[in-house]
């Protein structure tokens, strides 16, 4: 396994990951699974690409990215400009959900360097992960950058549970065990 800079010819296996690996709260229905790369990608292969690298096989197959906006004010924008009204076609749930991450990220404006990072269950638990995290903060550091944040991970997770053995540390409680994590770089 090899990890690189993301393509322009990645964008559909990347969006297929993230629907791959959408929570179980997604995959209850089919309006709710395609919000999620609207919610949880198109913005970033979209406008902040250098900011994103993949886990690829020996085949070429991608298995895995991290994605990372490091400009707050671009991502607001442009999710209310173009993102909240393609959510509210789908409707008034997958809406909800993305109103609450943008208030979400909101609150951690001055650590707002957030990622959000996918990998196919069967590479899981094997240090692509933290192999991908690390590619990031490199890249971060190289672009003068002092932290890396990640909202809402339940305390209860493994998400949580991953972000901790890499050394984030809880910055914000939002409440119901939903915390917002960063490291610094």
Do not use: W
């Amino acid at each position: 396994m090899n990890i690189r800079k993301y393509q322009e010819k990645d964008k559909d296996r990347v969006r297929e990951i993230c629907i791959l690996t959408a929570g179980e709260y997604f995959k209850k229905s089919r309006k709710r699974l395609e919000s999620v790369p609207i919610i949880f990608n198109d913005y970033f292969t979209t406008y902040e690409k250098e900011n994103i690298f993949v886990l690829v096989d020996d085949l070429g197959v991608i298995e895995g990215y991290i994605i990372c906006s490091t400009d707050y004010n671009k991502f607001m924008e442009k999710y209310k400009d173009i993102y909240l009204k393609q959510v509210k076609k789908i409707g008034f749930l997958e809406t909800f959900v993305l109103k609450i991450y943008m208030k979400q990220l909101k609150k951690i404006k001055d650590k707002s360097i957030h990622l959000h990072i996918d990998i196919i269950e069967e590479y899981r638990g094997q240090g692509f992960g933290t192999k991908l995290i690390d590619t990031l903060k490199d890249h971060l550091k190289e672009k003068g950058f002092s932290h890396l944040s990640i909202c809402a991970v339940n305390r209860k997770s493994d998400g949580y549970k991953f972000y901790k053995k890499c050394g984030f540390f809880e910055i914000f409680d939002y409440g119901f065990n939903e915390v917002a994590l960063s490291i610094n770089l």
